[in-house]
């Protein structure tokens, strides 16, 4: 199977793809530049908006407003169409370090909103990270729920909604655990080793769960995009032309289209030229709609 390239968008690392059905349109950032991306496959037309932080993981609220998780906390955010972005502060982080920012993060299917901390810089290999959970409305801080995690990625949740999916990249660490997911408390429960990405080629990077439970995870390095069963067995590779795609997603009319987004590292690039370039595949099964914020 052949990706298509979508968009050369270049970006530094391009994260956090989101199909909005509402707008028939795919959402990403690209994290260091501190920017927001839209692309309309109507019109084949791209849209960017400049952020005051990093943003590494958006959410849909609503409305053309999106819930981001920047570098000192979440935020409400919405792209207008002269190009400027509105933002406001929804709850603040209390880092355990300095120099940390959030990673990958998406809302579970009741429609909260959960994002992973990182320290930025990745070799010092601090596994201060931590997962938090947003509710909206919420008026308390931010309360880690998962601790002692590098470079927290891979979220994702089971089709019914009781498996929360986690990884960590970093080359210490690449696995994959599985969770039970008590849907009303939003309580990850009984983690266990779900892949150990030591096993397959590429660092776990950022994922997604299609219509049948599997679930996709971008391998990082490795230029594949691996599909698991829900008993971690791997069913197929897909590849894309970059070494780093970072995140995948579903999207399109039919929801039956993986948009993936890569990493553009500095350095000689002669051998992937697309780099940081937006991608789209069409690997046969369908995905979920992303959930919205619950507000
Ligand atoms: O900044 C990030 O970096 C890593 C990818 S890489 O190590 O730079 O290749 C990625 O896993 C993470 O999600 C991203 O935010």
Not at 208 to 222: F, K
Not at 238 to 247: G, Y
Request: charged letters at 20%; glycine letters at 10%; aromatic letters at 8%.
């Amino acid at each position: 199977m052949t990706a298509e390239l979508i968009l050369d968008a270049r970006n530094a690392t391009g994260e956090s793809p989101v199909w909005s059905i509402a707008e028939q349109a795919l959402y990403w950032v690209d994290i260091p530049a501190k920017r927001l991306h839209r692309w309309s496959p109507a019109d084949g037309k791209e849209h960017s908006w400049q952020a005051s932080q990093m943003l590494a993981c958006i959410a849909q609220t609503g409305h053309g407003s999106w819930i981001a998780a920047m570098e000192n906390g979440l935020f409400a955010i919405t792209p207008h169409a002269d190009g400027s972005l509105d933002s406001r502060l929804l709850a603040s982080v209390t880092h355990a370090l300095p120099g940390m920012r959030f990673n990958d993060g998406r809302c579970d299917r009741q429609g909260r909103f959960w994002a992973g901390t990182m320290v930025m810089d990745m070799a010092a290999g601090a596994p201060v990270g931590a997962m938090y959970r947003y509710t909206a409305g919420q008026t308390e801080p931010l309360k880690a729920q998962l601790q002692g995690l590098i470079v927290p990625n891979g979220l994702a949740f089971s089709p019914d909604g009781k498996t929360l999916y986690l990884s960590d990249s970093h080359p210490d660490v690449q696995k994959i655990w599985a969770f039970d997911y008590d849907t009303d408390t939003g309580t990850p429960q009984n983690r266990r080793l779900f892949v150990d990405m030591g096993e397959h080629p590429g660092r776990p990077d950022g994922a997604a769960v299609d219509a049948e439970g599997c679930y996709w995870i971008c391998g990082n390095d490795a230029g594949l995009i691996h599909r698991f069963t829900p008993q971690g067995k791997l069913d197929r590779s897909l590849t894309v032309p970059v070494k780093k795609p970072a995140m995948c997603a579903f999207g399109g009319a039919d929801l039956d289209t993986l948009f993936v987004t890569s990493i553009r590292p500095a350095g000689d690039l002669a051998d992937q030229p697309l780099a940081g370039g937006v991608f789209a595949l069409r690997p046969g099964v369908k995905g979920l709609p992303e959930p919205l914020l619950n507000n």
